[in-house]
């Protein structure tokens, strides 16, 4: 089937701006992730659903950021007024049960750049 | 604090040439290590993970947790080896880690 999608592949705002980011995961995926990537670093955790359960948002760099999923289908990322430093790549990454074992599937990205 | 650390930005190597992408990691409990992959307008993806002690594409790595390493191998680069590589550890559950990453480019 389709793999990981996410939308809109590029967004620009300006500071100050809200931002939703989406992601579709591959379908029966409980697991469901959200990294950000700014330009030459690594991955960066953000938050982690897994299933029904309450979400692991530890990785979220301020209250500004917040993320939703229903059940296991479609997550939302929302930056509220956003910052210069906001600007990165966020991506999206879906796995079958979300054990250490399991296999991440990354979505193509939305790049994200703040003005 | 736990960490991956690739210290190389970019390696560039000729075709049939070894190829060594170093990965290097700060965890006091029992590792998991990873691979991923992005190949230029592709999806970040798996290559490899230290549990499986498998070769993918020719490619090798191997755990070494006195020197806390996990350095990636392969005898002979191709040039379709030319990608981002990232190294990624996880610290049980499913918190990864990743490395900044190292660009590979092979040359012809």
């Known amino acids: 089937g389709a793999g990981v999608s996410q939308s809109p592949s590029n967004k620009v705002t300006e500071k100050g701006k809200d931002v939703e980011l989406r992601c579709d995961p591959i379908?029966?995926?409980?697991?469901l992730y959200w990294y950000r990537q700014r330009l030459g670093q690594g991955l960066e955790f953000l938050i982690y659903?897994?299933?029904?359960?309450?979400?692991?948002k530890s990785g979220l760099p301020s209250d500004r950021f917040s993320a939703e999923r229903t059940g296991e289908s479609v997550s939302t990322l929302t930056i509220q007024r956003t910052q210069q430093e906001d600007s990165a790549v966020y991506l999206c990454?879906?796995?079958?049960?979300?054990?250490?074992?399991?296999?991440?599937?990354f979505g193509p990205g939305t790049r994200l750049t703040v003005l | 604090a736990q960490r991956v650390t690739q210290p190389e930005k970019l390696l560039s190597v000729f075709k049939g040439a070894p190829v060594e992408l170093k990965c290097n990691y700060s965890?006091?409990?029992?590792?998991?290590l990873f691979w991923y992959v992005q190949y230029s307008r592709q999806r970040l993806q798996l290559l490899l993970r230290?549990?499986s002690r498998e070769s993918i594409k020719g490619f090798t790595a191997d755990l070494n947790k006195g020197e806390t390493s996990f350095h990636l191998k392969k005898p002979f680069a191709q040039e379709e080896d030319s990608a981002m590589y990232y190294c990624?550890?996880?610290?049980?559950?499913?918190?990864?880690?990743f490395g900044a990453g190292t660009r590979l480019f092979v040359k012809a």
């Open positions: 990454a879906s796995s079958r049960q979300g054990s250490s074992t399991d296999t991440q599937y």
């Open positions: 659903f897994q299933g029904n359960s309450a979400p692991d």
């Open positions: 379908s029966g995926h409980t697991a």
């Open positions: 990624a550890l996880r610290t049980g559950g499913f918190k990864t880690i």
């Open positions: 965890y006091s409990g029992s590792p998991e």
């Open positions: 230290h549990i």
